[in-house]
């Protein structure tokens, strides 16, 4: 029976016979996938340190689906580009997240930036370091973090950055 389901995390709704194990949109993991009439989305009062963090970390997200955006168009194979595609519209997803949790209106994310190397094997290193970079942020932003779901949110985000980073480990 098909069931309607949405991620704790971006708030996106999934439709299927049986909860996904990853949000097909942000990428959380299943336990941040509930029946869509178990969650709302919370009201959040930021403290002016995890706001400083959450703009950090928009920028962040926003400069990697650019850069991913770009990979995604100079991949020398199939595979490379669609990994490049989804991982820049997963990082799209990440910067809408944090755009709710500002309450403010979201950046343009640019499909066109010339913000890649013309060689794959750069790109596949540059991904690495742009998840490791994200994954060393998140970490400090979440230790710094008072508000419950800014945690939830920091926390959920790291592990899929880390799911980024092991499609890339040994790659280049």
């Known amino acids: 029976m098909v069931k309607v389901y949405r991620c704790k995390i971006c708030g996106e709704g999934y439709i299927g016979d049986s909860s996904p194990t990853h949000c097909p949109f942000c990428g959380a993991h299943e336990e941040h996938i509930v029946p869509a009439g178990d969650w709302s989305w919370p009201e959040v009062e930021l403290t002016e340190v995890s706001r400083k963090n959450l703009v950090a970390a928009l920028e962040l997200e926003v400069s ?53 190397s013309k060689e794959n094997s750069n790109n596949l290193r540059e991904s690495n370091e742009r998840e490791t970079n994200a994954i060393q942020h998140y970490t400090q932003f979440l230790a710094l973090a008072t508000e419950e779901r800014v945690r939830e949110v920091f926390s959920a985000i790291i592990e899929i950055e880390k799911d980024h980073l092991s499609l890339t480990d040994g790659r280049f």
């Open 64 to 116: 990697n689906s650019e850069f991913y955006f770009c990979a995604a168009r100079k991949a020398s194979n199939e595979a490379d580009q669609v990994m490049f595609k989804r991982l820049a519209k997963v990082e799209r997803e990440h910067a809408d997240t944090i755009v709710k949790l500002l309450k403010i209106d979201g950046p343009d994310i640019s499909k066109n930036k010339d913000e890649c």
